[in-house]
């Protein structure tokens, strides 16, 4: 690719587009969002009204055809990710498709075979992997700082009674290991560069919306554990306990940070439980998905290295599957 700016489009006026995403791409200073289709077109056109987006379309399909579109942002809901971006993949497209990316791990073959064929890039939209304090955590960790890891620990919750939200309908891929599950798989996965060998899993399921509301996971990655607890029906609160023999890593922002807020990391020195009494490193407030946006257009602009492709998302797919099967069986599963 020739240009210095890539050209994004976004498909459908989901929230966390126009909340996250396309804000963050407009800041980025190697990309642009020229367009967003919607199947309701006044309501593509009001919202690139409302985000100065020149481009607006009726259909997600006219923005596919559109010469002048590089990159296609989809953030329907889970269910629809494989058969739009297959689409999206045919009129050669590159895709940043938000997670999970599909339901099951073997709906991804028939879009790694499309990639392949079409020439495009595919990436799943883990934004958290661009932050520069978990850059810093994985490179602090490498370096032997806390000794080896034991134990990776993580709490992420948030509360959605809402009937109508596609977090809440089985057969969009609601529930809390799905949305939110998904982040400590990939963050585990991330720092331990190593696949879980095996995984168990217990959930408590919405008597309404029959989506897991309350799950605990553990994932065995041969002689390191990461464990987390995901809950959709309760208080909103996150975080990331890394447990080294050495010293401790607690991550107080780990997923949602605010771009507009610095980021906390506390590292526990293995001698004191008291925060005040080991060392605060505050990372300046960065915006993830706009680091996330740069790097994806610079694989068409530069020629960079794709560094999580969508082998990395099947595999973190197949964890969700097994985590799955686990709750349904009561006992260990293989990976």
């Not at 064929?117 to 810093?136: D, G, L, S, Y």
């Not at 089985?170 to 990939?186: E, F, K, S």
């Not at 890593?249 to 507009?260: K, L, R, T």
């Not at 797919?317 to 293989?334: E, P, R």
Request: overall charge positive; some cysteine.
């Amino acid at each position: 690719m020739k240009k210095n700016i890539v050209n994004w489009g976004i498909i459908s006026t989901a929230k966390i587009g126009w909340e996250h995403v396309i804000p963050a791409i407009q800041k980025s200073t190697n990309s642009k969002v020229l367009g967003l289709a919607s199947r309701d077109l006044k309501k593509a056109k009001s919202l690139c009204k409302k985000l100065k987006i020149s481009k607006s379309y009726g259909s997600y399909e006219e923005l596919y055809q559109d010469p002048d579109i590089d990159i296609v942002y989809n953030p329907l809901p889970n269910h629809l990710h494989i058969k739009t971006s297959l689409k999206a993949a045919s009129y050669g497209k590159h895709i940043l498709l938000e997670k999970p990316l599909s339901l099951k791990a073997k709906d991804i073959d028939p879009l790694i075979k499309s990639a392949k064929k079409n020439k495009v890039i595919i990436k799943e939209a883990f934004m958290v992997r661009h932050h520069p304090q978990w850059k810093w955590i994985k490179k602090f960790i490498k370096n032997g700082n806390i000794g080896s890891i034991s134990n990776i620990s993580t709490v992420f919750s948030y509360s959605n009674k809402d009937p109508k939200n596609i977090r809440n309908i089985l057969q969009y891929g609601g529930g809390a290991i799905y949305d939110i599950g998904c982040y400590p798989t990939i963050i585990s996965r991330f720092l331990t560069d190593k696949e879980p060998k095996r995984v168990v899993a217990t959930a408590i399921k919405d008597k309404k919306f029959k989506t897991d509301i309350l799950s605990s996971v553990m994932l065995d990655f041969g002689g390191i554990f990461s464990s987390y607890t995901v809950a959709t029906q309760s208080n909103v609160s996150q975080q990331v306990i890394i447990l080294g023999t050495k010293k401790t890593i607690v991550v107080e922002n780990p997923f949602n940070a605010v771009a507009s807020k610095p980021t906390t990391v506390v590292i526990y020195n293995g001698q004191s439980i008291y925060r005040k009494e080991n060392t605060v490193k505050v990372f300046t407030a960065a915006d993830q998905y706009e680091q996330q946006a740069t790097a994806f257009s610079d694989h068409l602009i530069k020629k960079t290295k794709v560094d999580y492709n969508l082998k990395d998302a099947k595999k973190n797919m197949k964890v969700l599957d097994a985590t799955f099967k686990s709750i349904k069986k009561g006992s260990w599963v293989k990976v």
